[in-house]
């Protein structure tokens, strides 16, 4: 039986006047890569967003403790987005994400090189590290992204759409790489509109039209 790492209820807000909000409970394991699927993409995205501490109310466990929002904010990572006009080497942007929270001066070591070196490998983006961001294509700025956020020391990293304009081999690529990380002690969360995809790849499925989690 795998541990949770989110044991929790969530109000998920009405979409439209006069519509219903509506209750959400999620079980989602450690060490695996859940897939929140269905909805729209504004539900799917308030749902990350909660789940990082930075949207709406949500009550229950995370890791056993009890959930508060600094308790989210420092067990979770959000992705951002990658500026097109960043100038940054990829390795360097990529290198960021082992800075602490709280620390302005960079403090990397060489297991930060390990890992931003892995991470890089693994996500197919070696070859590509000593350009700037500004010089890559959309796809590959977003893949950045992705590597950054798992860079990061945070427990669980939540992804909202990794690669949405990829076609879908590229997509599920993406996915396959990252179930394998998550195996290695990284608990990942992501939306995806896809829902046969979802279903496919996923550890464990939240189906928002369905309001409740299941193991793929």
Same mark, same amino acid.
Request: positive net charge; hydrophobic residues 40%.
């Given at each position: 039986?795998?541990?949770p790492a989110?044991?929790?209820? #969530? +109000?998920?807000?009405?979409?439209t006047?006069? *519509? *219903?909000?509506?209750?959400?409970t999620?079980?989602?394991?450690?060490?695996?890569l859940?897939i929140i699927?269905?909805?729209?993409?504004?539900?799917?995205s308030r749902?990350?967003?909660a789940?990082?501490? /930075?949207?709406g109310e949500v009550?229950?466990?995370?890791f056993?403790?009890p959930?508060c +929002?600094q308790?989210?904010?420092? =067990?979770?990572c959000?992705?951002?987005d990658?500026? !097109?006009s960043?100038?940054?080497?990829l390795?360097? #942007? @990529?290198l960021?994400?082992? /800075?602490p929270?709280?620390?302005?001066?960079?403090r990397?070591?060489?297991?930060?090189l390990?890992?931003? !070196?892995? =991470?890089?490998?693994?996500?197919?983006l070696?070859?590509l590290?000593?350009?700037r %961001? $500004? /010089?890559?294509?959309a796809g590959?700025r977003?893949?950045?992204?992705?590597?950054?956020s798992l *860079?990061?020391?945070?427990p669980? @990293?939540l992804?909202?759409?990794? %690669?949405?304009?990829?076609? /879908?081999?590229?997509?599920?690529?993406?996915?396959?790489?990252?179930q394998r990380l998550?195996?290695t002690?990284?608990?990942i969360?992501?939306?995806?509109?896809? *829902?046969?995809?979802?279903? !496919?790849?996923?550890? $464990?499925?939240?189906? %928002?039209d369905?309001g409740?989690p299941?193991?793929a």
């Amino acid at each position: 039986m795998l541990r949770p790492a989110y044991n929790l209820h #969530y +109000q998920l807000p009405a979409t439209t006047p006069g *519509a *219903a909000s509506r209750a959400i409970t999620l079980r989602l394991p450690a060490n695996r890569l859940s897939i929140i699927s269905g909805g729209s993409a504004g539900e799917r995205s308030r749902l990350l967003a909660a789940l990082s501490g /930075q949207h709406g109310e949500v009550c229950g466990q995370l890791f056993g403790q009890p959930a508060c +929002q600094q308790s989210l904010r420092q =067990l979770t990572c959000r992705a951002g987005d990658c500026a !097109e006009s960043c100038r940054q080497t990829l390795h360097h #942007y @990529v290198l960021q994400g082992r /800075q602490p929270r709280g620390f302005w001066w960079p403090r990397h070591d060489e297991h930060d090189l390990q890992v931003v !070196e892995l =991470l890089l490998r693994e996500l197919g983006l070696t070859p590509l590290s000593q350009q700037r %961001l $500004c /010089q890559l294509d959309a796809g590959s700025r977003q893949l950045a992204a992705v590597a950054r956020s798992l *860079a990061g020391a945070a427990p669980i @990293v939540l992804l909202d759409e990794p %690669l949405p304009d990829a076609v /879908q081999p590229a997509r599920r690529l993406l996915l396959t790489r990252l179930q394998r990380l998550a195996r290695t002690g990284r608990t990942i969360v992501l939306s995806l509109a896809d *829902a046969v995809l979802a279903a !496919e790849l996923a550890d $464990c499925l939240l189906q %928002l039209d369905a309001g409740s989690p299941h193991a793929a």
